[in-house]
């Protein structure tokens, strides 16, 4: 009986524990960012999300090009990002020519947490997200 009571707490916390170092890693391994964005049926939803910077720009990413916000983008390309304790508008447009770039920059700055996210979610190589290039809104 020892076992399968054993057995079932295993099958049972397991999953919990993954989603518990996933979240860990994403929200303890550096700096998250909300971005508002807007969905189908016209309302923002906020979600947060990692941002490298590059030079005079930052890049985030968060979706596929087939995204509803990515498509957005072209037509609306204001964003609002609450970053630290301040909220930023910057201009977004879709960068696929720096997805490599991202990673790198994201690795370097994240360390552990990119290992562990990437670790669960695949590799480079397996990502289908989009960078957004992200231009402060004067």
């Known amino acids: ?3 399968i009571y054993w057995l079932v707490v295993i099958v049972v916390s397991a999953p919990l524990v ?4 996933i979240y860990g890693a994403s929200e303890l391994g550096g700096e998250v960012v909300t971005l508002d964005r807007s969905t189908p049926s ?3 939803s906020s979600v947060r999300i990692w941002i490298v910077d590059d030079g005079y720009s930052s890049l985030i990413e968060h ?3 087939d995204s509803f916000w990515m498509k957005q983008l072209a037509d609306s390309p204001q964003l609002q990002l609450i970053r630290g304790d ?3 508008n910057y201009l977004g447009t879709t960068d696929g020519d720096s997805h490599d770039l991202y990673h ?5 700055k994240y360390g552990w947490a990119d290992q562990v996210v ?5 590799d ?4 289908q997200g989009l960078p957004v290039r992200l231009q402060t809104a004067g």
Do not use: H, N, Q
């Open 1 to 3: 009986m020892k076992v």
């Open 18 to 21: 993954l989603i518990a170092v």
């Open 42 to 44: 016209g309302e923002t």
């Open 63 to 65: 979706g596929d090009a």
């Open 86 to 88: 301040g909220t930023a």
């Open 104 to 108: 790198r920059l994201r690795r370097a």
């Open 118 to 122: 990437g670790f669960f979610s695949g």
């Open 124 to 127: 480079v190589a397996e990502c």
